[in-house]
């Protein structure tokens, strides 16, 4: 009988215990191979946790030029889409790490960092030609919850054209 009460004991206690230790475990890295087109992001939908490491395979399939903004409660200019009033970096205390395949570095410099436009955050610009970026960030606590990413290109006619996404933070 008491073989039988140690058994359940264990049987019940093993999952328990790894339940627990899985909670604390770095989530595997997640990379994502977005295109951007004419006008929208493929995938539109990125679910990361906490503490996951992020990379976004950028390439921009499109005729036109295309960017991508993380942020929160889009502000209008002259009744069109012109950015975020929260950036899902700024708020966070970051930056992510960017690199554009064959271009020289005056020339990244050019397409990632404040966005030079009217509307503020970070954004990585995408010219045509089939270029390629690589965005790379660790997700914080501080991006739980749900965020936009969107292209404001054409005075916000790309995200008014359907060029949006959904980021869901999760811990």
Same mark, same amino acid.
């Given at each position: 009988?008491?073989?039988?009460?140690?058994a359940?004991?264990?049987?019940?206690?093993?999952?328990?215990?790894?339940?627990?230790?899985?909670?604390?475990?770095?989530?595997?890295?997640?990379?994502?191979?977005?295109?951007?087109?004419?006008?929208a992001?493929s995938?539109?939908?990125?679910?990361?946790?906490?503490?996951?490491?992020?990379?976004?395979?950028?390439?921009?399939?499109?005729a036109?030029?295309?960017?991508?903004?993380?942020g929160?409660?889009?502000? !209008?200019?002259n @009744?069109?889409?012109?950015?975020?009033?929260?950036?899902?970096?700024?708020m #966070?205390? *970051?930056?992510?790490? +960017? &690199?554009?395949?064959?271009?020289?570095?005056?020339?990244?410099?050019?397409?990632?960092?404040?966005?030079? !436009?009217?509307? @503020?955050?970070?954004?990585?610009?995408?010219?045509?030609g089939?270029?390629? #970026?690589? *965005?790379?960030?660790? +997700? &914080?606590?501080?991006?739980?919850?749900?965020?936009?990413?969107?292209?404001?290109?054409?005075?916000g006619?790309?995200?008014?054209?359907?060029?949006?996404?959904?980021?869901?933070?999760?811990?």
């Amino acid at each position: 009988m008491k073989k039988l009460y140690l058994a359940m004991i264990i049987g019940m206690g093993l999952p328990l215990l790894s339940a627990c230790s899985s909670t604390n475990a770095t989530p595997e890295p997640l990379v994502i191979n977005m295109t951007m087109s004419e006008f929208a992001f493929s995938p539109n939908v990125i679910e990361p946790k906490v503490g996951q490491q992020v990379t976004i395979n950028m390439m921009n399939t499109g005729a036109l030029q295309h960017e991508i903004m993380f942020g929160r409660n889009m502000m !209008m200019n002259n @009744g069109q889409p012109d950015g975020c009033k929260t950036d899902m970096f700024s708020m #966070a205390g *970051m930056e992510p790490s +960017v &690199t554009f395949a064959g271009m020289d570095v005056m020339d990244e410099g050019k397409m990632m960092g404040q966005s030079g !436009m009217q509307h @503020g955050g970070y954004s990585v610009v995408m010219p045509t030609g089939d270029q390629t #970026a690589q *965005m790379t960030f660790t +997700v &914080t606590e501080d991006m739980m919850g749900e965020w936009e990413f969107g292209c404001f290109e054409q005075d916000g006619v790309h995200y008014t054209a359907g060029m949006v996404g959904t980021m869901r933070v999760s811990p």
